[in-house]
Structure formats: structure tokens, C-alpha cells
């Protein structure tokens, strides 16, 4: 925990409640998954590197991908209060990072990432707000629980609050 702020590691994920607050540092083509309980004050993020368990042999860590560690995000928030049903997204991240001269689809790691992320909230029935994805630059997020601010923080590129 840094000045109050609970410190949410890469292929990490963590849950809040208010007056918490949750940062993840350092998003290049991971991507910040936020999500947010405006009634009962519940807010989790997750630092996701990869878009899909199933694709990947040595995948125990649960918080590395979008598939488990969006799940097992809702799980610790509803134990915290949350409804499922009353869950909000907001995004940040999956930058392209590096330049290829390829077409191979493993290099569009960042694109894959809010891709997935997209369609297993779809599925899962959780609504994006909004996102601040793509691009070619890093962000640093924090996410509060007080009101569920997304603050994204950007060298170049200045500050956003979704």
C-alpha cells in the first residue's frame, strides 16, 4: 500500500472498498480491468497480461489472464458487497507497444487482450462505460471506490479520468 492506495501488481488483481483505492503501474499491452458497484461501494482491478488460459500450458496464475482473473475479480467483490448484476467496466491499456513487420497475430498481444476482455464482459453481462485503449503508450491507473473515478495517468500524453 502506497499513501493509502492498494499497490495492484502486474498479473495481479485486488478489491476495495470505500474510501479505498486501487493503482496498477506500468500498463503496456496488459490491459487495467476496472470494475465497479456504484450502489455498494465495491471496486476491483486487475493487471491482465494475456487473453486467454486455455492457450497457454503453465497457466496457474489466475490474475494473468482476462478469462480467470475477471472472474475470480467478481468472486472477492461479491464477497465484499458487490452484486454481480450491478457491476460496471471501464478499461485502459492493450497498447502496442513495439514496432513488427509481420502480419502474425501472437505480435497483437495488446489488441487481443481488449479484445477478450470485451467479449467475456459481454458474456458475463457487464456493461464497458467507457476505455482508453490502443494507442503506442504506457498508463498508470487508479481506480476509487468512493465513486468509481478512473484516473489514467500517461507520460506525453497527459491525464484522463474516465
Excluded: W
Excluded at 505480435?107 to 453481462?125: F, P, S, W
Amino acid at each position: 500500500m502506497r499513501n493509502g492506495m492498494i499497490i495492484v501488481g502486474m498479473a495481479d488483481l485486488n478489491a476495495a472498498k470505500s474510501p479505498g483505492a486501487l493503482t496498477t503501474l506500468g500498463l503496456g499491452s496488459c490491459v487495467g480491468i476496472a470494475l465497479y458497484d456504484a450502489v455498494h461501494k465495491v471496486a476491483g482491478l486487475a493487471h491482465i497480461m494475456l487473453p486467454d488460459s486455455r492457450l497457454i500450458q503453465n497457466n496457474g496464475n489466475i490474475a494473468k489472464f482476462a478469462d480467470t482473473a475477471t472472474v475470480r475479480l467478481i468472486t472477492d467483490m461479491t464477497r465484499m458487497g458487490a452484486r454481480k448484476e450491478l457491476l460496471k467496466a471501464k478499461l485502459a491499456g492493450g497498447a502496442q507497444m513495439f514496432a513488427f513487420n509481420t502480419t502474425n497475430e501472437s505480435m497483437r498481444i495488446g489488441d487481443r487482450n481488449v479484445e477478450a476482455t470485451l467479449k467475456l464482459l459481454k458474456q458475463l453481462n457487464i456493461p464497458v462505460l467507457a476505455q482508453d485503449t490502443g494507442n503506442t503508450y504506457g498508463r498508470t491507473v487508479e481506480l476509487y471506490a468512493d465513486d468509481g473515478r478512473f484516473l489514467i495517468k500517461t507520460i506525453g500524453h497527459g491525464t484522463r479520468v474516465l
